[in-house]
């Protein structure tokens, strides 16, 4: 059997079923979740020929989940994966546009999602048709468009209990990274710190224990671990640097302000490299903790709300290698090999299941939960085709 050219993607269809996805204001907790821009994947997927499977994770939140047999005999199975849920639009002054409006502007497509990463999931779909399209291929695609990636990755979770990540050998995570291949992405690990001391009047501050100051100093320690993790290992050649950033701090009331509070409650977002061990970490963070309680009769108590690891695969991957020259053969030139700052769905596959991810999908890194969120429209196509050939690239293997 010889691999036949595979057709050019639809470029209307695929670009009309990104703008259709952002009209669907699929934010988390509001008008139903993502079970409309689920229903709407798995009714493209129905119209293709395929059997969707939509689960729902939690009331109006669904995963949905296809198989795409080659018919070409035994080979591999690749996964594509997107998810389908978008941040708030925040403050709709900020926007010139519409926010889920989907308005084709000189050349872009503007609206929340429309990088982060409705593009991406109207692009693997097509892609996927249209390698099917070109006749036989050995193996299998796998397509997961799954929900809560912006929040605890909950669907990505299931997906992998549920076994749709079983015997699958590689994974494409459709996200935006600007042109990048990116074999590589950011750990974190979510913190709470809770501190109990001592309520007392305003008055008389004595006879309390306000953990408010304890909370301060605690931070400053969050500061110095963050030095040392900067300078050991140092930075990343794509991730950058380690950092622990206190983003939540709870103490008191307003209503109140002649009590000093008993408790008070921090909350830390660690973002990692590789070469960070995450439980020396924690082990670190924990006796930091207990040292720094005793020191000042207050009780600090740590709980890790997720741990997600780094995730780093060489260059030489079949995967990386496929997207390479996929890319190469249609940009007409190579992909520079970055890294994501955050993290993705991505990162839970190949933490609960070894296989290996690289993201990589229309759209800036950058422009992700702004205002004004675009992709450039020529691009939805383009990462649809790209896809396409990837796929072929790794499903028949690297002998043209």
């Known amino acids: 059997m010889t691999r036949s050219p595979i057709p050019p993607v639809d470029s209307e269809a695929v670009v009309e079923l990104a703008r259709a996805l952002i009209r669907i204001p699929s934010v988390a907790g509001r008008d139903g979740g993502e079970r409309a821009a689920a229903e709407l994947v798995a009714r493209t997927m129905s119209s293709f020929g395929w059997r969707p499977q939509l689960t729902e994770v939690s009331p109006g939140r669904a995963n949905v989940v296809t198989t795409v047999e080659g018919g070409g005999g035994p080979g591999p199975t690749l996964a594509l994966e997107g998810h389908l849920d978008v941040v708030t639009e925040g403050d709709r002054s900020a926007w010139t546009v519409d926010p889920f409006g989907a308005e084709v502007r000189d050349g872009r497509l503007y ?14 779909l097509h892609g996927a048709r249209a390698l ?8 299998r695609l796998r397509l997961l468009a799954l929900c809560d990636e912006e929040g605890m990755m909950l669907g990505a979770k299931r997906a992998v209990a549920d076994g749709h990540l079983d015997g699958v050998s590689g994974a494409i995570i459709c996200e935006p990274e600007g042109g990048e291949i990116c074999p590589s992405a950011k750990g974190a690990l979510r913190l709470r710190f809770d501190l109990a001391g001592r309520m007392a009047h305003g008055a008389m501050p004595e006879l309390g224990r ?23 290992p140092g930075p990343h050649p794509t991730l950058g640097l380690p950092y622990l950033t206190p983003t939540v701090l709870v103490a008191g009331s307003l209503d109140q302000m002649n009590v000093s509070p008993g408790r008070a409650a921090l909350a830390v977002d660690v973002r990692t490299i590789p070469g960070v061990d995450h439980s020396r970490l924690l082990d670190d963070l924990r006796h930091r903790c207990d040292r720094l309680g005793r020191a000042n009769e207050v009780t600090i108590e740590l709980t890790v ?3 997600r690891p780094p995730v780093e695969i060489g260059a030489e991957e079949p995967l990386v290698v496929a997207l390479q020259r996929a890319h190469s053969e249609l940009w007409g030139r190579s992909a520079a090999l970055g890294g994501v700052p955050g993290t993705t769905d ?3 596959i190949a933490r609960d299941t070894g296989i290996p991810t690289v993201v990589y999908g229309p759209g800036g890194k950058w422009i992700a939960h702004q205002a004004d969120e675009f992709v450039e429209v020529e691009e939805i196509p383009r990462y649809a085709d790209t896809y396409a050939r990837a796929a072929q690239i790794f499903l028949w293997g690297p002998t043209p």
């Open 111 to 124: 609206g929340r999602g429309a990088a982060d990463m409705k593009a991406g999931v109207a692009a693997m």
């Open 132 to 139: 099917q399209r070109g006749g036989p291929f050995p193996g």
């Open 210 to 232: 306000s953990p408010i100051p304890v909370a301060s100093l605690l931070v400053q320690e969050l500061a110095t671990v963050q030095v040392d993790l900067q300078r050991d």
């Open 305 to 307: 709300i997720d741990d």
């Open 346 to 348: 991505g990162t839970i």
